[in-house]
């Protein structure tokens, strides 16, 4: 969108990107959708590990591919992943975004998010990872203005 936020930072490697992702765990609220995309080993399921440390979280991070979904739990939010890789239409898994995307104490992430385009708010920060090298990704932040403060301490 013409309007959106835009932020585009190089990782050098899974260290940082799970700190970026730390970084955009401090600004979460709540409510929250957030688009991952990138080509399958991209760095999506770095930066959910990243974002659920980020929030206190101790649980295990790990790619939902075969089970379509995991919740990690932290002190202050709900983490609700899901990968819709496997899926060309949402089926039953629509009514459990619904659900949780709804859910003021939960933050919702999304790999793969084509499958459920009808469902998912207009409204979401859009994290693109694009390999510049072996390790290297430039991540690209995209969101519109009403969810510009997740933008906030990004690293440059």
Known sequence: MANDKV???????????????????????????????????????TFVRGLARGLGSTDVVNSPTFKISNVYRSP??????????????????????????????????????????????????TVQFEPVGENDRLVTFRCPETLAYLLTGLDQ
């Open 76 to 125: 202050s939010l709900t983490i609700n992943h899901f990968d819709l890789y496997r899926l060309t239409e949402p089926g039953l898994v629509s009514y459990e975004l619904a659900e949780v995307i709804d859910d003021s104490r939960a933050v919702t992430i999304i790999e793969w998010a084509g499958a459920a385009a009808d469902v998912l708010p207009a409204e979401r920060l």
């Open 7 to 45: 932020r585009r930072i190089n990782s050098t490697g899974p260290l940082q990107t799970e700190t970026l992702a730390q970084q955009v765990s401090r600004q979460l609220k709540g409510r929250e959708v957030i688009e991952l995309v990138s080509d399958l080993g991209g760095g999506k399921t």
